[in-house]
């Protein structure tokens, strides 16, 4: 989306004509990001307190849905992703995202299959708070000049399809823990339409998978989790960000000669994940699922992000 606003003296702004995707970092940005973080943190203090309440209202409760072999889990939540895309910018991006979660698990007696599927949409803005403009001039055909502003904004999203399988490690569990290694399929696209695609990726990727189930008292339990990949295939726009053949789309010119194979030297994508049961009925489970990433890919320009993710999830 582009908004449009003329400037009194286009004089003064004629040296800003090659600026493109930048800004200065001034004061009160600083200040700016400052609340944004504390009104982030008191979202997230909510979450939890609302959670930690209803948690404790069901501390009677029954634990047979622990037991379901076939469980489905739908879940929302909000993440956080910082990108520095150098294809495009040099500066840093920010995101709130929205997610939305569906997944299906199959537990076994030595293992569990899982199918997981994660959409999110999100704006994307600069990291010091300030608007991204473009400076641009006109001549008419009396020769004014005339400098308009045209400010961007930037929505970026995508989706995460996982399926996998982990194996229990009988030789590490006992009561209290539960050891499972595997792997697992993923296809993940991320793209921002417009002209300035900052972050935009795709890759399919056989990861390498592990999880640890630590119970407590009462038959409580947290799961942790960690992933990353072990061979992929990145896709991304090639150096001249002009994807454009012949007689094809611009979604089937993307996907054309942008192909690379990749091991984990030069395509890393790690995960995270913390998962907590807030109370168990005997059909349903309510979860709180953490997940911190880090991703990096160095072709053609390099592509960072970090992320965090809080979600809510509801299995049946």
């Known amino acids: 989306m582009l908004k449009i606003k003329k400037l009194g003296n286009p004089t003064i702004h004629q040296q800003r004509l090659k600026d493109v995707a930048s800004c200065s970092n001034v004061g009160f940005n600083r200040r700016m990001s400052l609340i944004k973080l504390s009104s982030w943190n008191a979202v997230i203090f909510t979450f939890l307190f609302m959670t930690t309440c209803i948690?404790?209202?069901?501390?009677?409760?029954?634990?047979?849905?622990?037991?379901k072999k076939n469980q489905f889990r739908f879940g929302i939540g909000l993440g956080s992703l910082k990108t520095v895309d150098f294809q495009f910018s040099p500066n840093m991006y920010k995101s709130i995202r929205k997610n939305v979660e569906l997944g299906y698990s199959n537990t076994g007696s030595k293992g569990i299959f899982s199918a997981n599927l994660n959409v999110h949409l999100g704006?994307?803005?600069?990291?010091?708070?300030?608007?991204?403009?473009?400076?641009?001039?006109?001549?008419?055909?009396y020769?004014?000049?005339?400098?308009?502003?045209?400010?961007?904004?930037?929505?970026?999203?995508?989706f995460n399809l996982d399926l996998g399988y982990i194996h229990k490690i009988t030789k590490y569990?006992?009561?209290?823990?539960?050891?499972?290694?595997?792997?697992?399929?993923e296809e993940s696209l991320t793209y921002t339409p417009g002209f300035l695609s900052i972050g935009t990726i795709n890759y399919g990727s056989l990861n390498a998978?592990?999880?640890?189930d630590y119970n407590f008292k009462h038959r409580k339990s947290i799961i942790f989790g960690l992933s990353f990949p072990i061979v992929s295939v990145v896709t991304r726009f090639p150096y001249h960000n002009a994807?454009?053949?012949?007689?094809?789309?611009?979604?089937?010119g993307f996907f054309t000669d942008n192909n690379n194979i990749e091991?984990?030297?030069h395509f890393q994508n790690f995960r995270f994940s913390a998962k907590y049961n807030l109370f168990v009925r005997k059909h349903i489970a309510?979860?709180?699922?953490y997940e911190a990433s880090y991703l990096h890919y160095n072709r053609p320009e390099h592509l960072t992000q970090m992320g965090n993710q809080l979600s809510l999830g509801l299995n049946f």
Do not use: M, W
């Not at 704006?123 to 055909?141: A, W």
């Not at 004014?144 to 995508?158: A, F, R």
């Not at 309510?286 to 699922?289: A, I, K, P, S």
């Open 55 to 67: 948690s404790r209202g069901y501390s009677q409760q029954n634990h047979d849905y622990l037991l």
């Open 123 to 141: 704006g994307l803005t600069l990291n010091s708070g300030s608007d991204l403009n473009f400076y641009l001039k006109e001549t008419d055909i």
């Open 263 to 265: 091991s984990l030297g």
């Open 143 to 158: 020769g004014v000049e005339d400098v308009e502003i045209q400010e961007v904004e930037l929505t970026q999203l995508g």
């Open 243 to 252: 994807p454009n053949y012949p007689g094809k789309s611009g979604i089937q």
């Open 209 to 212: 998978k592990a999880r640890l």
């Open 173 to 185: 569990s006992n009561l209290k823990t539960t050891f499972y290694i595997g792997g697992s399929l």
């Open 286 to 289: 309510l979860d709180v699922t």
